[in-house]
């Protein structure tokens, strides 16, 4: 996988900086794929809410959406998130 640019991460963090998208990320972590219904109904919110933040989560490229039947299925891209965390560990040159 190719490195996050700069632009890349900021967007990372800007979708992981709102409580219901970190929740949405906290839910997927464990690498499993989850609905859309099934997401939502776990966090109290309705599905027009959770695709708005899914929305922000697959721009920042953390979410990755199917689609089998009526069915939204959801995932994590863990390489993303790692990426984008691990760059914290660099450090950075003047």
Not at 30 to 44: F, H, M, P, V, Y
Request: hydrophobic content about 35%; charged content about 20%.
């Amino acid at each position: 996988m190719p490195e996050l640019d700069l632009n890349q991460r900021a967007k990372v963090f800007n979708a992981l900086s709102d409580p219901t998208r970190l929740q949405i990320v906290e839910q997927l972590a464990d690498g499993q794929e989850r609905t859309s219904k099934d997401i939502a109904d776990s966090l109290g919110i309705t599905l027009a809410l959770f695709c708005h933040h899914s929305n922000t989560l697959t721009q920042a490229g953390l979410l990755i959406k199917r689609k089998q039947g009526q069915s939204g299925y959801n995932r994590l891209d863990l390489d993303v998130l790692h990426q984008c965390l691990g760059s914290l560990d660099q450090p950075t040159s003047p």
